[in-house]
Structures are given as structure tokens and as C-alpha cells.
């Protein structure tokens, strides 16, 4: 062996990780990560994905750095991303995103998205499959004290019994009316074996009008976590909440990946494919197999009874 080769041997491999710039799916296809490190061991990973997922990378293992893609038009977004990574030669590249970018760059090992990996099956086991893997790649999340200080500085440091909720959703369709939102929490309170809970209301930039109804509804006992903070922070702020309820969103697949006891709301959307992932998980659609009932079609007294049965069956 040379002396060149035998100094290549040593170098940490180069793994390029491009991924989603949207939160549900980077949280889904998060395990990518510890499976990189498993296949890569001391892999150096560089991390491509969109702003608002950006933090949820900032603490994970091997991660050296973090190149946030932003949407330009005429997809200059990709040029942009191929002039910083192109001088590199990568050990490995994954792209979930199925763009043309991992071919146009020097690779040993490439691992990229296509329809043909997709089975009609959990979108975890899909990852699983991109990535070859042994065993299923399951969503992780990597708290940092950071995040744990930006939650804290709104939820202080009392262990109260908290239900989390997440009233909003990227699509229209995915989103369990506002006004419902108000009215479960009304009936919740109701309930003896709540009482003494309060109701941490969880949400990004922007979705105040979507939260109004929930915060207006738990009054004193409502704690407004709407914009508080980056994503990492809503996840530390997700972790203390002894259960979670929301819609089908970035939220509710942190909370599942946290292993918090998780229900998911789900209207005319596959929720076979893209239900919560987690130990703890629980499903309430308006739809069954081939059918697409409105999410409007669940009520208030079904979405009432699933989180009461949830709270019995973890015994919390």
C-alpha cells in the first residue's frame, strides 16, 4: 500500500445528505442519520434542506455542517447547492428528493429517491429501502440545551401534566377545523380525569389564526407555544407534554418520534402512508381504505374519546 492510499484509508468518509424542506418529511426520514453512522462509521455529513427543518440537524451525530436550501426560482436552488458542494468528492450521496443533483456529482455511493421504491407501505420503510438497510430506519430527534432553554424560558421548569396540541396543518384538507379545536378543549376540561391539566398549544410562524379558538378555549390553563421558538425548541417544548393530539403536520411526527404518546387527526389523506411513527402512536381518520371523507367528518365527541382512551391505555 502507498503512502497515499494509506493516509485515504484514514480519512473520514464524506457523506452529502439532501433532504426535505418541509418538516413531516425531514422528521420521517431523519433515522437517515444514525443509519449513515452506522454504514459511514466516523462519517463527516454535510446536510441540505430547506430553513425551517434546518435546527432539527444542528445537534445530530457526525453532522459537521448544514446548507439551507432555499426555494429560487427556475430552480436556482439546486445550482446554488451544486456550486458549493461539486468540488468534493463524497463517499456517499442521499437525496430523498429525487433530483438530478447526485449524478452530476463525484460519488462512490449513491442513494437516491425514485418511484420505484415506492410499495404502498409506511414511507419510513421506504427510507428504509433507499438506504439498504438491515433493520427499519426510524425517525430520531436530537434535543440540544439550547433547545431545552428556549422551551423552558415559556414552560418554566414545573412537571405539570400537559396534553399538547397542534390545531394547523400545511394543507387545507389536513386541518380539523379551528373552531373544533376550541370545542375539544371545552370538553376535555369537563372531564375529572383532566382535570389538573393544561393545554400546550404548539404552532409555527404564522399560525396564530389557525391556534385562536384552542388558546381562547384553555384560557388560564392554555399555555400559547405559537411561534415561539424554532423547531428544535417546539420539540424540547413537545418532550415535557405527557400526550399529543394534531393534525397530520411536521408536529405531529416530531411528537411521535419523541415517543409521546401521539394521535393523529386524518381527513382524505393516506394515512396508512404517512400516520405516526413512533412507539406510541395512535390514528383517528375520517377514512378508511379507497375512501375520502372530509377530516370535517370526525367530531368533537370521537376526537374527545380517542385522547381519553390514549390517556387510559398509556395510563397517564
Not at 446548507?67 to 442521499?94: F, N, Q, S, T, Y
Not at 384552542?214 to 420539540?235: K, M, N, S
Not at 418520534?257 to 390514528?283: H, M, N, V
Request: a neutral charge; charged letters at 25%; hydrophobic letters at 45%.
Amino acid at each position: 500500500m502507498t503512502e497515499a492510499s494509506s493516509d485515504r484509508s484514514h480519512t473520514p468518509p464524506e457523506v452529502l445528505f439532501v433532504t426535505s424542506n418541509r418538516i413531516g418529511d425531514c422528521v420521517i426520514s431523519s433515522g437517515i442519520i444514525a443509519e449513515i453512522n452506522r454504514q459511514k462509521p466516523g462519517a463527516r455529513i454535510t446536510v441540505a434542506c430547506g430553513r425551517p427543518p434546518a435546527p432539527f440537524f444542528r445537534s445530530a451525530p457526525g453532522v459537521e455542517e448544514i446548507i439551507i436550501l432555499d426555494k429560487k426560482p427556475r430552480g436556482g436552488h439546486w445550482l446554488e447547492l451544486w456550486c458549493k458542494v461539486r468540488a468534493r468528492r463524497w463517499d456517499m450521496v442521499i437525496d430523498i428528493r429525487g433530483s438530478a443533483l447526485a449524478f452530476l456529482l463525484r460519488a462512490r455511493e449513491r442513494r437516491v429517491y425514485s418511484r420505484a421504491l415506492e410499495k404502498g407501505t409506511p414511507k419510513v420503510e421506504l427510507v428504509t429501502r433507499l438506504m439498504r438497510a438491515d433493520a427499519p430506519v426510524e425517525p430520531a430527534i436530537w434535543l440540544d440545551a439550547r433547545a431545552h432553554a428556549d422551551a423552558a424560558a415559556v414552560l418554566g421548569h414545573d412537571d405539570v401534566p400537559m396534553l399538547a396540541i397542534a390545531p394547523i396543518a400545511l394543507q387545507p384538507g389536513k386541518s380539523w377545523p379551528s373552531d373544533r379545536w376550541g370545542a375539544l378543549i371545552e370538553a376535555l376540561k369537563g372531564e375529572p380525569q383532566m382535570q389538573g391539566w393544561r393545554y400546550l398549544i404548539v404552532g409555527g410562524p404564522g399560525d396564530e389564526a389557525a391556534a385562536a379558538d384552542a388558546l381562547r378555549a384553555a384560557g388560564g390553563e392554555g399555555i400559547d407555544f405559537v411561534g415561539r421558538g424554532d423547531i428544535l425548541a417546539a420539540a424540547a417544548a413537545l418532550s415535557r407534554a405527557r400526550m399529543f393530539v394534531g393534525n397530520d403536520s411536521g408536529l405531529m411526527h416530531t411528537s411521535a418520534a419523541l415517543g409521546r404518546p401521539t394521535l393523529g387527526l386524518f381527513g382524505p389523506t393516506e394515512w396508512w402512508l404517512y400516520g405516526p411513527r413512533g412507539p406510541r402512536t395512535e390514528t383517528l381518520a375520517s377514512n378508511q381504505h379507497g375512501d375520502f371523507a372530509p377530516i370535517e367528518s370526525l367530531s368533537v365527541d370521537q376526537v374527545r374519546d380517542a385522547v381519553l382512551a390514549m390517556k387510559a391505555k398509556y395510563e397517564l
